[in-house]
Every structure is written in C-alpha cells, then in structure tokens.
C-alpha cells in the first residue's frame, strides 16, 4: 500500500511570505500529526488531527496552523515565514493516536 | 535531556556484533513507547513499538526492552549489518487527550565493515 505522501519535496521561501505543506496519509488513518526537525531542536511536535479536529497542539507560535480534510488529507501553513523556520516538516499518519505512526520523507522548507 | 546541538553521541560497532541503543525518557505518564531509525534524506522509519503492559518485545532482529522503574528504553539490533547505519530515535507518548510523539534527541549507529 502507499505510504504517507508529501509535498512538495524542497520549497525555498522568502522572509515574510507564508507557506503550506501537504500531508496525504496511508489509505484508512484517520490521524495525522504534524513534526519540525532541525539539527538543534530535534524532532518537535507541530500539532495533530484526528477526524478533521485537531486533538492536540504542540508549543509553536500561532504562525503555524493547520487542518485537516474529510478524506484525512492535512495540510500545515506557516505565515509570515521567518529564518528559523527552515526545517524539515515531517507528517505521520496512523490508524488512530497512539497506534503506530508511518512517517512520511518530510518537505525541506529553506527560508532565505 | 540536554541539547545536542549538531552532534549527535555516536555508536560504532562491528559489522556482526550486537548494538544497544539506550534511552531515558522523562514523561512518567508515558505507556507507548517507539524506536524509529532515519537515514539521509528520509523519514524516521518505524522499527518496534512497546506499550507499558509489557517489558520486552521482540521483532526482526530487533528487541526493544522496558524499564518503567527507571524510565529507561533500549533497542538491541541483532547481528548489526551496514545498512543498519542511521540516526536512531526513541519516542513516547501518554495515553489520552494529551497524546503526541516526544522524541529523544537520536544516536547515530555507525556500522564498521
């Protein structure tokens, strides 16, 4: 079967510009979580959803959003884009929280 | 846990022997527990589960083992082979509304030929 997608791969954004990032989860999850990595943070929690309803959130500015659509397709926009957003953004879906999360290769996201 | 920064701890081992990878966790109401290994350019795959009913668990080659008392995770790979070369995390995660993947800040197993 599929695995989680994302896109796009790489994205380079402008200082101020805003973003959005797609999330296609394995066929029949219904929760999708959303991560940040970077060489000095690690891996943080960005924010989950489960049936359309965010269930959780981690500590990120209100930048950062997110949603998710009735066929549990997400998507994470990141708003008035700073440096120290560059990451990579990594998706996990599963059937159900706390129940094996699939990681999908992440978007690059490079602010200049 | 401290911060890492860009250096990640390393473990070097022989092509052939056995890895252990440790890690402490923090959060006491933690009762799912997962090792997952990421290679350049990837996403962090899934390797093991373990839930807090349980101390060990065995998969392919691999044994995740449980110490609630200490809040202590371990991943013993079996027989280590090159492409077993990556960052290794653990993660945890309570039960309930509070849910989300914590991670550890990731070893780096380095197979020797």
Known sequence: ?112 | GESVGLHLPTLSVQEGDNSIINCAYSNSASDYFIWYKQESGKGPQFIIDIRSNMDKRQGQRVTVLLNKTVKHLSLQIAATQPGDSAVYFCAETPTGANSKLTFGKGITLSVRP
């Open chain 1, 1 to 112: 079967k599929a695995g989680v997608t994302q896109t796009p791969r790489y994205l380079i954004k402008t200082r101020g510009q805003q973003v959005t990032l797609s999330c296609s989860p394995i066929s029949g999850h219904r929760s999708v979580s959303w991560y940040q990595q970077t060489p000095g943070q690690g891996l943080q929690f960005l924010f989950e959803y489960f049936s359309e309803t965010q269930r959780n959130k981690g500590n990120f500015p209100g930048r950062f959003s997110g949603r998710q659509f009735s066929n549990s397709r997400s998507e994470m926009n990141v708003s008035t884009l700073e440096l120290g957003d560059s990451a990579l953004y990594l998706c996990a879906s599963s059937l159900a929280p706390q129940d094996g999360y699939t990681f999908g290769s992440g978007t690059r996201l490079t602010v200049v």
